[in-house]
């Protein structure tokens, strides 16, 4: 059975690594997932048990195959969107929003993720270190994770742009500082944001509260929160604009009665710690307008 | 307790085979233990190396792709990787630690935590010298290695690698090495008895033909191709036993070999009778002849001893051929002397006993044929020396277990045979009969009772009276013998005399019943006053006695009877013989001036001319002729014409076995002058006699006649 499953799984990675390089519109009987992140094979198998489970949950409605295709950043997604290459997209929600906006697709629905539906960011400086609020930041480096990153950029960079200051992206942490700006330098992962912070090599880490927790917990009292963002949903789910209605619905219900079957709850599990899908509570547009002016002001200051 | 250790100790190592199996298994045992111990320790080795040089390419393999992490400063590159690497089961940590002693990156179950300080001891020594280590942990190799890059350290790599397969395999290797060490311990005795074996059969061949020729069999020999010195020991030994053998054989020859007829003698036959009987549980079935020759002693008499050796050695080979004519293989005397002869396979053994007397043993469904064959060819004249040399031979046969089952029976019922051969005529074989040979056991009993009774003089003296017709005086007495045997009282002197005269007792009893008779009769006349002859019966052998008479004289002159009052009786047959030696004597005894009768007279045949020159005085007339004279005309006529010769030849005449009145009537008639019978007396012993007369003298008067007495029944 696991030869048989291994089997199956391998094939439909190489299918949807065929279907990621060749144009076209997705078939109605094909569905399409969609990720972005550099580490292809990492994505593809997080999400292969959940590709399955659709596949056999969904097949009464008509789908034939639920594949996956990973895209590098954000405007890839976007477009694949755009030309019905992805269904649906997973990710966090400054990231979906803004290829939401870009494809014209829809927010759908909320991902908890390891027990949790909403977090935010924070900025965490060491314990001695001489900053107190955001405004003492102008002329530090601040390790941001990567630009497609909700917490590990969007927000934070949100909530400095808000607070009136100006970032200035640098290549690596030695690079010398820009007078009169914040800079920041992406560090790739939120791992390395927490170790650069934890070697020095940045001054202040922007870091979603896992990885705060992480850091007081191998240091105890070694870091402090300097500034912590508003509250956004864990991660959301977002389909493509002109998705059939009835198909749109049947993966709702599935997705959400995920949680329902001991099957559902293991398969989330083991697509990245998920734990529920669930309507956003406050509504879609409740929740996405303070995304978008978010989304509005960064892509102003041209940090989008 | 020593003591019997010592016992016990010299008993386990008794034997060179043994000793050389002890120590080639003691060899064995601890060329095997140290080979096993070397190579335990090696495969020991081996299997913590190889674990070891896996920590090592390991190690290398995990530094070449985390430089490019760490020179980057990106941990989460080796996030999936670290995951990974500890998802194996051959790893049971993984860590990456950066200079400063922080986790740098550590895998899931790496008890340290990713941006922790690293404080471990192993680690902070590592760090202190800069080198790669490893060390050995309970259920872990542990492993820290430096990750240089153009001589600076960017991270140190710690790894734990799991020993639970290197447990396995030491367990293993600990389990097969016993497994083998055990195999050793069954299969280096094993080799060493065999490689002993082999080394020591060649000794143990030589002890084993050694122990058989101590037994006495020196038909063992070795067979060797070992291709070394033990091939010229076994040579020696065969030869040396080949020697031996005709020596000793050479050796039974001399002891067993009659050197006459070169055929076994008495010694060996025993020793074969005895192989053949001396198992009772599995009887064998044959038979044994005895061969006598006849007429042999005559042969040695006439011819000499020469003759009579050459005679036996021709009669030897004669019964040897007769064998081989009838397929049966003459067994000689051989070295094992305890070896059964083989009856059945046609064997058949030949001795010569002694004197002429040789014995066969043979199987007993061809001894008939055998017997008959032996006299028949025996009855042919032998031409020794150019003599014609007639003997024959007379053949016994006893069979076994029919007859007898042990040695000294069947020997004498074979015996016993052969007499009955000889009592029938000889030249002839016959086949033990139980009934005859109690018929010669009693004979021989007699026989022997006899001579006793000779040597011990156990015989009596009876006196018969002879009673002049005329007168009814005593004027004689008959000197008759009688023997009281000791169990089977008084023997009749018909049955015994015979028998006396066929083992020649008769000279000696004559003698001894002549001693009593003249000394009765000196003492009855002495006693009684009268003078009445007593006649003694002599045998012929004692007529050719040539001292007989002077004897006979001196017996006289002992007693102090005179010689006119004795009277020697001889037989009609004794009388006709022509002989020198009686004439001599018959002449010698008138000269004495003792009497001389014819006794039993009328029913031999007589040569009257050889009676005409005899000077006999008595001629007694047998009873057989008395018994019928009352009615018997003609025995009355040949009566009266005895009684008509004796008057010619001037003899007086005694009637035997009168009983009645009627016959004295008839001889009183008729002339007779003297008498004998149950009608004037019984025969009586010497003592009562003596009475008897003096009583009949008290009322007769006895007249000095000048008798002559009879020693005769």
């Known amino acids: 059975m696991v030869f048989f499953s291994t089997l199956r799984q391998t094939l439909r990675i190489i299918t949807v690594l065929a279907v990621s390089v060749l144009p076209g519109i997705a078939c109605a009987e094909v569905l399409v997932l969609g990720s972005v992140n550099q580490d292809i094979r990492k994505h593809l198998n997080r999400f292969a048990p959940l590709a399955a489970y659709l596949e056999e949950a969904l097949a009464p409605h008509g789908v034939t195959s639920v594949e996956t295709s990973v895209f590098s950043n954000s405007g890839e997604m976007a477009t694949a969107m755009r030309e019905g290459k992805v269904d649906l997209y997973f990710d966090s929600p400054l990231v979906a929003a803004s290829v939401a906006r870009r494809a014209g697709a829809e927010p759908f629905l909320r991902r908890w993720k390891s027990g949790v539906a909403e977090y935010h960011s924070v900025l965490v400086v060491k314990a001695e270190s001489r900053f107190r609020t955001v405004e003492d930041l102008q002329g530090v480096t601040i390790g941001f994770q990567e630009p497609d990153s909700t917490s590990g950029f969007l927000l934070p960079a949100a909530l400095l742009t808000e607070a009136g200051l100006k970032l200035k992206e640098k290549q690596k942490p030695w690079t010398p500082q820009g007078d009169g700006a914040v800079n920041y330098v992406f560090t790739g992962d939120d791992i390395n944001t927490v170790a650069w912070l934890a070697r020095g090599l940045i001054d202040v880490g922007a870091t979603d509260p896992r990885g705060l927790a992480w850091l007081e917990e191998v240091q105890p009292g070694a870091y402090r929160v300097l500034a912590r963002t508003v509250d956004v949903p864990r991660q959301v789910v977002i389909r493509r604009g002109d998705l059939d209605p009835a198909l749109t619905e049947a993966i709702s219900v599935v997705l959400q009665d995920m949680v329902n079957s001991g099957e559902g709850i293991a398969t989330m599990a083991q697509f990245n710690k998920t734990t529920r899908f669930d309507p956003f509570p406050q509504g879609v547009e409740a929740t996405f307008d303070p995304i978008y002016q978010k989304l509005d002001l960064l892509e102003t200051l041209g940090l989008m | ?713």
């Open chain 2, 1 to 713: 307790m020593v003591g019997k250790l010592r016992s016990w100790a010299r008993a386990l190592t008794y034997g060179l085979a043994r000793r050389l199996t002890i120590a080639l298994s003691l060899f064995i045992l601890s060329c095997a233990a140290i080979v096993l111990t070397i190579s335990l320790f090696v495969q020991k080795a081996m299997i913590e190396e190889r674990l070891a040089l896996k920590a090592e390419h390991l190690s290398s393999l995990v530094k070449e792709v985390s430089i490019p992490s760490i020179l980057t400063n990106d941990p989460a590159g080796l996030e999936l990787f670290f995951h990974e690497l500890q998802a194996r089961e051959d790893v049971v940590s993984v860590a990456l630690i950066d200079p400063g002693g922080m986790v740098w990156m550590a895998g899931d179950k790496d008890p340290r935590s990713f941006l922790a300080p690293a404080a471990d001891p192993f680690l902070l020594e590592v760090m202190e010298k800069g080198e790669p280590q490893q060390k050995i942990c309970e259920n872990y190799l542990h492993r820290v290695a430096p990750i240089t890059i153009a001589g600076r350290t960017i991270a140190y790599l710690d790894m734990r690698l799991p020993r639970a397969q290197i447990v396995r395999d030491l367990r293993s290797l600990w389990v097969s090495t016993g497994l083998i060490g055990l195999a050793w311990l069954v299969f280096g005795p094993f080799v060493a008895w065999l490689v002993s074996r082999r080394l020591s059969e060649p000794l143990m061949k030589l002890a084993g033909a050694a122990r058989g020729v101590a037994k006495g069999d020196l038909t063992q020999r070795i067979t060797s191709n070992s291709n070394d010195e033990f091939d010229l020991v076994a040579q020696s030994f065969n030869g040396m036993l080949d020697e031996l053998q005709k020596s000793i054989l050479e050796t039974k020859r001399v002891a067993y070999e009659d050197k006459l007829t070169n055929v076994p003698n008495r010694s060996w036959l025993n020793l074969q009778i005895e192989n053949l009987t001396i198992r009772q549980d599995d009887v064998q079935h044959f038979a044994i002849l005895f061969i006598d020759v006849d007429k042999f002693k005559d042969v040695n008499d006439t011819h000499g001893h020469h003759i009579g050796d050459l005679l036996l050695r021709a009669f030897a080979n004669r019964i040897n051929r007769c064998m081989n004519n009838l397929n049966l293989s003459p067994a000689g005397v051989r070295i094992d002397k305890s070896k059964p002869l083989n009856i059945e396979g046609g064997e058949a053994l030949f001795a010569r006993l002694g004197g002429d007397e040789f014995t066969l043993i043979l199987d007993h469904r061809v001894a008939p044929s055998l017997a008959s064959a032996i006299v028949d060819v025996m009855d042919e004249a032998f031409q020794i020396e150019g003599l014609q040399l007639a003997v024959s031979s007379s053949i016994g046969i006893a069979l076994c277990p029919d007859h007898a089952t042990s040695r000294e029976h069947l020997l004498k019922c074979a015996d016993v045979a052969m007499y009955q051969a000889k009592e029938a005529g000889g030249c002839n074989f016959a086949i033990y009969d139980e009934h005859i040979h109690k018929r010669l056991a009693a004979r021989t009993q007699m026989e022997k009772d006899l001579e006793r009774a000779v040597n011990e003089d156990a015989f009596e003296l009876f006196l018969q009276p002879k009673i002049d017709v005329a007168t009814d005086e005593v004027t004689g007495a008959e000197a008759l013998i009688r023997w009281e045997h000791p169990t089977k009282g008084r023997i009749p002197p018909d049955e015994f005399l015979p028998i006396a005269a066929g083992m020649g007792l008769m000279p000696k009893i004559g003698e001894l019943m002549l001693e009593k008779a003249v000394y009765a009769g000196a003492q009855i006349n002495r006693s009684s006053g009268c003078d009445i002859s007593i006649a003694v019966n002599t045998a012929s052998e004692e007529l050719l006695n040539p001292k007989f008479a002077a004897r006979l004289g001196l017996a006289l002159g002992q007693a102090g009877l005179d010689p006119r009052h004795l009277e020697v009786e001889i037989t009609e047959g004794t009388a006709m013989e022509l002989s020198t030696l009686v004439d001599r004597n018959i002449g010698q005894l008138r000269d004495l001036g003792v009497k001389l009768a014819i006794d039993d007279f009328g029913i031999g045949y007589s040569n009257l001319g050889r009676l005409k020159t005899m000077a006999f005085d008595t001629l007694k007339v047998d009873r057989s002729l008395v018994v019928d004279i009352v009615k018997d005309i003609s025995a009355q006529s040949l009566f009266r014409t005895i009684l008509d010769m004796a008057s010619i030849l001037r003899a007086d005449v005694v009637a035997e076995g009168v009983e009645t009145e009627d016959q004295l009537a008839f001889l009183r008639d008729a002339g007779v002058k003297t008498y004998q019978g149950y009608y004037a007396a019984r025969p009586m012993p010497a003592g009562e006699f003596r009475v008897w007369i003096e009583e009949r003298r008290a009322s007769k008067p006895i007249t000095h006649s000048g008798e002559r007495v009879r020693l005769a029944s």
